[in-house]
Structures are given as C-alpha cells and as structure tokens.
C-alpha cells in the first residue's frame, strides 16, 4: 500500500479517520491508532472516548437490568390493589392497568436477562484494527457495531 499523499513512498498504516494509507510524514500515531497529521486527529480522539464509554456503559448494563422491571411490577401491585379495593373491583380501570403493569414487567424482565446475558459481554470485544467487534463464541469478527444485534 502507498501513502495517499505521497503516492512513491510506501505507508506505515491507514488513517482511522478516513483510511487512507499514510507514510511516516502524513501519519501521527495516537497510542490507540494513526490519524492524518493536523487533520484527524480529533475525530480518532473522539472515537476512542466513544468507544471507551460505550463499554463502560455496556459493561454497567447488566446491574442495572432489574430496575426497570421492578419498577414495573411495583407499579402494576399498587395500581391492581387500588382498583380491587375500590368500588369497581376487578373491572375498575386501575385494576386492569395495574395488570398491563405486571404483563409488561415480567416481558421486560425476561427480555432484560436475554440481551443482558453476562457472558454476552465477555464474549465481544472491540477490535480497533478493524473497527469491529470480535465475537469469542463464533470466532469471527461481527460487522455490526451494535453488540445487542447478536440476538
């Protein structure tokens, strides 16, 4: 591969802004990739912050899976108790919406431990060479960059 730039020298990478080839002129080398100099070398920045919080938020995910569920069936107790103590009973609107609680509750719960697997995330792991997640369970890399789309 020749440098973009410089198409007699050979380049040292490719920019992970653009990816154009590089030689050692054109190229600066940010410790986690190579940018065109005085060009990219934000957007390869920014990336990188990206990608580090995305993981950070996607490591957190699976604690926080039972929140919401909960939430939920909490909601569909409180709502289905008032609407059978009340004057209408189990035809009482509260009642019924405190049972479309529940339903949805448990659906969340169980849709929250299936994309929130633990293993699924030990299992994928960034690969900035290529910009793509590596799956450790089917050995290749996955050209999505949603780690959920395994699913």
Same mark, same amino acid.
Do not use: Q
């Given at each position: ?48 912050? @990206? ?5 950070? *938020?996607? &490591?957190? $995910?699976?604690? =926080? ?37 529940? @339903? ?5 719960? *169980?849709? &929250?431990? $299936?994309?929130? =697997? ?34």
């Amino acid at each position: 591969m020749k440098c973009f730039n410089h198409p007699e020298r050979n380049a040292i990478g490719t920019c992970k802004a653009c990816n154009k080839g590089l030689c050692h002129e054109c190229a600066t080398d940010l410790d986690h990739g190579i940018a065109c100099k005085n060009k990219h070398e934000k957007e390869v920045n920014d990336v990188k912050m @990206i990608i580090d919080k995305s993981t950070k *938020i996607y &490591n957190e $995910a699976p604690k =926080n899976t039972l929140i919401a569920p909960l939430f939920y069936l909490f909601m569909g107790f409180v709502f289905s108790w008032f609407g059978y103590t009340s004057k209408g009973g189990v035809t009482d609107l509260p009642f019924i919406m405190g049972i479309g609680f529940i @339903i949805f509750g448990i659906i969340v719960l *169980i849709r &929250n431990r $299936a994309i929130f =697997n633990k293993n699924a995330y030990k299992m994928l792991k960034w690969d900035f060479g290529t910009r793509h997640f590596f799956c450790a369970l089917c050995k290749k890399n996955a050209v999505f960059r949603n780690p959920l789309a395994l699913r």
